[in-house]
């Protein structure tokens, strides 16, 4: 199959799988809500430029994380959001764009980007989102989670590469909005430049 096509036929399926799972922002036309953006981390920016190019897939979430909407759990089987805040778009969209800028700022890569532009890629990075959430913990104590999945694929083959995933969690003192997304931010920290280095390291 030619290298265009096979492709279009992965990133039409990861499109479909992202539509699917979107869900419009709640009550976000009846109330403003408060605006949050994160920061990329870059990795190590030690050794050489590689002459590669990498495509980031658009992450794949469940229905209640692909919203703009920060999760909270006030226990395991209950879910809702913070009242009055939103993230700057979408989550899937905010991990894409952090983890390629966090890639890019490394240098040592020739391209990465969305799987909508740029060139045909050597190797593309599927995400998977498997919480990004607030978790209430009594006593007023809360912490936050990131738990992600990466698998890097051959562009041209469709062969996986490798498979790893990333978690960690942070505690938090209250309830705070800006604390919480203070936390969201120290975690991330931590995963992105780890996360950069093993996609560099596979591309």
């Known amino acids: 199959m030619h290298t265009m096509t096979r492709r279009a036929i992965i990133i039409g399926a990861l499109s479909t799988l992202s539509g699917c799972t979107a869900i419009t922002s709640l009550n976000s036309a009846a109330a403003a809500l408060d605006t949050y953006d994160l920061r990329p981390a870059a990795g190590s920016k030690s050794g050489g430029r590689r002459s590669r190019t990498l495509l980031v897939a658009r992450p794949q979430a469940s ?3 692909a919203t703009d909407r920060i999760m909270i759990k006030p226990d ?3 879910i809702t959001y913070l009242p009055d805040a939103r993230w700057v778009d979408e989550l899937p969209a905010v991990l894409q764009s952090l983890l390629i800028r966090s890639i890019s700022e490394t240098g040592r890569i020739a391209y990465v980007g969305r799987s909508d532009a740029g060139p045909i890629p050597d190797k593309a990075l ?3 989102i498997d919480a990004f959430e607030v978790n209430a913990l009594g006593n007023g104590t809360f912490d936050v989670t990131v738990d992600l999945d990466l698998t890097m694929i ?4 469709q062969r996986v590469v ?3 995933r990333f978690s960690k969690t942070a505690q938090v003192g ?3 909005v800006t604390e919480i997304v203070g936390a969201f931010q120290t975690v991330l920290n931590d995963l992105l430049p780890e996360m950069s280095d093993w996609a560099i390291a596979r591309t």
């Open 126 to 128: 599927l995400v998977r």
């Open 174 to 176: 209250s309830d705070q």
């Open 76 to 78: 395991a089987a209950s």
């Open 162 to 164: 490798a498979s790893q």
């Open 154 to 157: 051959n562009d041209s083959t």
């Open 63 to 65: 229905a209640a994380l």
